[in-house]
């Protein structure tokens, strides 16, 4: 059984550098073909894709944000780091961590609420 | 703006079929598989189609997904009031080198 869950600040400052940690289980991140990646939705608003990171460690990054985030992943702890800088209002959001296979981004953890304000 | 554009909202009354769809471009829906997920409020996204036209196990055949050229759509058939929900597409961007979602579809079941 495949489960990921979010964790992190829910609550920080505009300028403040945001890091949020993916721990999942029920698969390797070393296994060939797999992923996890990360997905914001702020308040009432769509699905923004953010970042990705695969089992060979190589990544992506959503061209609107790359300047400020970075993904990285610690196997042997099965959890997926996703930091974003330069925090702003808009970054409002609740944040995602998905894990990435041959059925797409199918397993989606619960979600953890940002809220950036000073 | 969202890469993929889906119509804002649909509705339909119990019973009736109702359709969403989802057009893109040649860098994503035209070159790869195309994904379907179902949101209620406060809850994450639930996968409803994957490849195009797969339905996971325990997704009911009800829903169903189709992909022609830049665009994808997804049925609904036998509308329930357990329908009501908001529906997104996604699928790969090669121009992007990344996931692309559609802007949302909220569904009403009158």
């Known amino acids: 059984q495949i489960t990921l869950k979010e964790s992190g600040p829910t609550l920080v400052k505009p300028t403040q550098t945001l890091t949020l940690t993916c721990t999942f289980s029920?698969?390797?991140?070393?296994?060939?073909?797999?992923?996890v990646g990360w997905i914001r939705q702020p308040p009432g608003k769509a699905l923004e894709w953010l970042a990705i990171?695969?089992?060979?460690?190589?990544?992506r990054y959503s061209p609107s944000l790359r300047s400020r985030l970075t993904i990285t992943k610690d196997t042997s702890k099965n959890q997926v780091v996703l930091t974003m800088t330069n925090m702003d209002p808009l970054d409002t959001a609740t944040y995602y961590c998905a894990h990435s296979g041959d059925w797409g981004l199918h397993y989606w953890g619960q979600g953890t609420l940002v809220t950036v304000s000073s | 703006q969202s890469v993929l554009t889906q119509s804002p909202s649909a509705s339909g009354t119990p019973g009736q079929r109702v359709t969403i769809s989802c057009s893109g471009s040649s860098s994503n829906i035209g070159d790869n598989n195309v994904y379907w997920y179902q949101q209620f409020p406060g809850t994450a996204p639930k996968p409803l189609i994957y490849?195009?036209?797969q339905r996971p196990s325990g997704v009911p055949d009800r829903f169903s997904g189709s992909k022609s050229g830049t665009s994808a759509s997804l049925a609904i058939s036998g509308l329930r009031s357990e329908d009501e929900a908001d529906y997104y597409c996604?699928?790969?961007?090669?121009?992007?080198?990344?996931?692309?979602f559609g802007g949302g579809t909220k569904l009403t079941v009158l």
């Open positions: 029920g698969f390797s991140l070393s296994s060939s073909g797999v992923g």
């Open positions: 990171i695969y089992w060979d460690d190589h990544h």
């Open positions: 996604a699928t790969w961007d090669d121009s992007l080198s990344g996931w692309v």
């Open positions: 490849r195009n036209s």
